[in-house]
């Protein structure tokens, strides 16, 4: 069974950049695998951030970038805001209409 | 503007059943792919069910035989019908639209969420 890996945790410092990966247990990230990106705070419903790698959805501020990084998909967040902590999934579809969520990352901004 | 209103959760005996829905509005669902997602308690997002705009359905490994998603098309809503609940199917059961236009295949707008807690 294919996972899709996050890191557990990350921290950044208020203003800094930090990058989150979305990996395969088996296997590399490509573009094929439509990776997505979501932003959930507690309480509440996920927030759609960047899909099919790159995209921003609408009202997402361009501080939020996706990209491939090696053999996985990433999420770059430059100018960390204190409303950022959040928890963020990535999501890889693996087709035949088949959709993976990570275990997502808890991002401290401290 | 596209929303999405799921509600039926409730608290439920073990073994019993529920029907979910989630009534959609700024889009006709039927022209969508479109899923339940659950989250367990202090959990991450799991992938529970998804209905393809041709009518197919997917399920996640060991909820083929208990879930089932399904649509009504004159009342722009998606359904999820559980039975047999477990303790383990205790979540909060978000609604999602799919995008699959112009060559993507992601998620796009969210519900709200609705509770379903499993215990006697």
């Known amino acids: 069974q294919t996972v899709v890996t996050q890191e557990p945790s990350f921290s950044v410092s208020p203003g800094g950049t930090v990058t989150l990966t979305c990996g395969l247990s088996?296997?590399?990230?490509?573009?094929?695998?439509?990776p997505s990106w979501y932003q959930q705070t507690p309480g509440q419903a996920p927030r759609t951030l960047i899909y099919?790698?790159?995209t921003r959805f609408s009202g997402v501020p361009d501080r939020f970038s996706g990209s491939l990084l090696g053999n996985k998909a990433a999420l770059t967040i430059a100018g960390a805001q204190a409303d950022d902590e959040s928890d963020y999934y990535c999501v890889l579809y693996m087709g035949g209409g088949i959709w993976v969520f990570g275990g997502g990352t808890k991002l401290t901004v401290l | 503007e596209v929303q999405l209103v799921e509600s039926g959760g409730a608290l439920i005996q073990p073994g019993g059943s529920l029907r979910l829905s989630c009534a959609a509005s700024g889009f006709t669902v039927s022209s969508h792919y479109m899923a339940w997602v659950r989250q367990a308690p202090g959990q991450g997002l799991e992938s529970v069910s998804v209905?393809?705009?041709?009518?197919?359905?997917y399920y996640a490994d060991s909820l083929t035989d208990r879930f089932t998603i399904s649509r009504d098309n004159s009342k722009n809503t998606v359904y999820l019908q559980m039975n047999s609940l477990r303790a383990e199917d205790t979540a909060v059961y978000f609604c999602?639209?799919?995008?699959?236009?112009?060559?993507?295949?992601?998620?796009?707008?969210w519900g709200q969420g609705t509770l379903v807690t499993v215990s006697s």
């Open positions: 999602a639209r799919i995008w699959s236009y112009g060559g993507n295949r992601n998620f796009d707008y």
């Open positions: 099919s790698t790159t």
């Open positions: 209905i393809h705009s041709d009518g197919s359905t």
């Open positions: 088996s296997g590399s990230v490509s573009t094929s695998y439509y």
